[in-house]
Every structure is written in structure tokens, then in C-alpha cells.
T-cell receptor
């Protein structure tokens, strides 16, 4: 089955610990994205990557880091510098259709930091 | 700052009625427009895309685009309780940049 996988579904960490969220896709999509969603809030872009070994900061990159060593993988590290890390984290990837990008989401990882 | 605006709702409609969801955007150069459905606790699911002015129909869903008015809408005919969800409008800006999402409209279909 083609798709986007995120693991784990739920993640619990103590404050002060770094944590890495996994995102893998087998859709052969070039671009990948990380969003954060807080209760009752919209999606906020953390980082995105349009090609291997390159990525750009989104609107709320502080306290996060990413890597894109393979086309299929775009892991997100939530560092201890992130002030309010508890949130629903969504990974997405996109394919170019004509002049635009149809973007698809993974199932998400719900991170709780106490 | 490129913006996408949606009424947060909740929008309540009776079962079988037409639900109308609206979205406005600020970037006049935008080229692509999408509607996502997000059930509570789940990730967004792409349900409609539209790229040119006019209507695009897919089953019970119709997307409408008016670039002159910078306005996108989603109509859901014969609304069902299973349509109850938050609907996110997303706009593809000009150039090779990520989609801009609205905050979503919560739809409640009452049986």
C-alpha cells in the first residue's frame, strides 16, 4: 500500500528531553512538510523540504530541527528549546500536478510532554 | 502576509440539506485551491481540488472558485451526519511555496 506513515501514534516525554518523530512516504513525492496543530487551532508549518538534502523553515521553526537525507524520510526532532511541545504533529507530502501541489497527510503523532 | 479566512462555525445543518462552506484568500496570484476534511482526532483528508474559475463536482461535493472575488466555496448536497467534521480550505500561492491553510469551519449535520 502506498502512503505516508508516522510513528508512533502517541508519544510521551518528560520536559527537557529531545524527541524525534518519524515520517516515511512511499509515494515518490518530492516535497515533504511538518505541521503542528493545537486544540481548536489551524495548521502551523514548522519545516518543509522540496528536495533531498535541502529544507526551509516554516512559520514556527524555533525549537525544532529536521533532516532530509532520503527522499522517503523526513524526521522531525522536537528539542528541549521548544517551549510548548505538547501538540498533534502532522507530516505531509506532495506531488506536482500541473502547476500546483496536491498535498497528502500522514495519520499524525500526538506528543505529550510533562 | 498571505492569508486564508474561514468562518470557524459551528455551522449546523439538518440531515439532507445543503451545507455551504466559504473561504476567502488574500494572494491574488494564487493558482490552486483545496478542501480538506478533518474528523476529530484524525489527520486532514484531501476531498476536492480546483484550479480554474467555475464549478467542479465530485459526487455530493461541489467546489466553486471565483478568482476575481478571491473566493472559494464547498457545497455538500444531501448532508449526512457522517459529514460532521472540520473543513479546511487551503490555497496554493504563486510560486513554489507551501499551501496556506485556513483555520477551518466546523460542520455539524443534525439527524
Amino acid at each position: 500500500d502506498g502512503g505516508i506513515t508516522q510513528s508512533p501514534k502517541y508519544l510521551f516525554r518528560k520536559e527537557g528531553q529531545n524527541v524525534t518523530l518519524s515520517c516515511e512516504q512511499n509515494l515518490n513525492h518530492d516535497a515533504m512538510y511538518w505541521y503542528r496543530q493545537d486544540p481548536g487551532q489551524g495548521l502551523r508549518l514548522i519545516y518543509y523540504s522540496q528536495i533531498v538534502n535541502d529544507f526551509q523553515k516554516g512559520d514556527i521553526a524555533e525549537g525544532y530541527s529536521v533532516s532530509r537525507e532520503k527522499k522517503e524520510s523526513f524526521p522531525l526532532t522536537v528539542t528541549s528549546a521548544q517551549k510548548n511541545p505538547t501538540a498533534f504533529y502532522l507530516c505531509a507530502s506532495s506531488i506536482v500536478v500541473a502547476v500546483t501541489y496536491e498535498q497528502y497527510f500522514g495519520p499524525g503523532t500526538r506528543l505529550t510532554v510533562t | 502576509q498571505k492569508e486564508v479566512e474561514q468562518n470557524s462555525g459551528p455551522l449546523s445543518v439538518p440531515e439532507g440539506a445543503i451545507a455551504s462552506l466559504n473561504c476567502t484568500y488574500s494572494d491574488r496570484g494564487s493558482q490552486s485551491f483545496f478542501w480538506y476534511r478533518q474528523y476529530s482526532g484524525k489527520s486532514p483528508e484531501l476531498i476536492m481540488s480546483i484550479y480554474s474559475n467555475g464549478d467542479k463536482e465530485d459526487g455530493r461535493f461541489t467546489a466553486q472558485l471565483n478568482k476575481a472575488s478571491q473566493y472559494v466555496s464547498l457545497l455538500i448536497r444531501d448532508s449526512q451526519p457522517s459529514d460532521s467534521a472540520t473543513y479546511l480550505c487551503a490555497v496554493g500561492p504563486s510560486g513554489n511555496t507551501p499551501l496556506v491553510f485556513g483555520k477551518g469551519t466546523r460542520l455539524s449535520v443534525i439527524a
